[in-house]
């Protein structure tokens, strides 16, 4: 097992496992398949950002990734960070999402961070355990904000200052 910076040949894996998400309507507001080339400038911005785009390798093969990404956009909140983890669905249950996210927070304060969110569907049970396992708590709660093949769905905002333990 191997976490690393993501590199480019690893965009393609890590496209693959963000649409495998896609059917199952729990991780993601994304309805429909997502391209390489639509997702090139998320890598792009990856590589110029102090933000990691980190890939978790297994036995040669992507199982899983983790990005950190700027939280709204303005200086104020600089020190804030969204958590995205997927996992591919053959590595699953395994434990990697909880690797993935250890490590972010044991690294977090390195990157400038302070603060951490997440952004979980409230039907999303495993990310929302996951997250709440490492002191996540629910800092705000969005009513029927998405609609998912004619389902309103809630979001659930969860956050966890970094040097909460």
Do not use: C
């Not at 191997?2 to 693959?16: G, H, S, Y």
């Not at 297994?58 to 909140?77: K, N, Q, V």
């Not at 769905?153 to 969860?158: A, C, G, V």
């Amino acid at each position: 097992m191997n976490i690393r910076d993501a590199t480019l040949e690893d965009l393609r894996a890590i496209v693959e496992i963000y649409n495998a998400t896609i059917p199952g309507r729990m991780a993601t507001a994304d309805t429909e398949p997502i391209t390489f080339e639509s997702r090139l400038p998320w890598y792009r911005k990856h590589e110029t950002s102090a933000l990691p785009l980190w890939a978790i390798e297994i036995d040669g093969a992507i199982a899983g990734w983790l990005s950190l990404e700027e939280f709204y956009g303005r200086p104020a909140y600089r020190a804030t960070a969204e958590v995205s983890i997927y996992i591919a669905p053959a590595y699953q249950k395994q434990g990697w999402g909880k690797i993935l996210l250890g490590e972010a927070i044991a690294r977090g304060s390195s990157f400038g961070l302070s603060t951490f969110v997440g952004f979980i569907f409230a039907h999303n049970e495993p990310s929302l355990r996951l997250f709440e396992k490492f002191g996540f708590r629910e800092w705000g709660y969005l009513p029927r904000v998405a609609q998912l093949d004619g389902v309103a769905r809630d979001l659930i905002i969860l956050g966890r200052p970094i040097d909460a333990d």
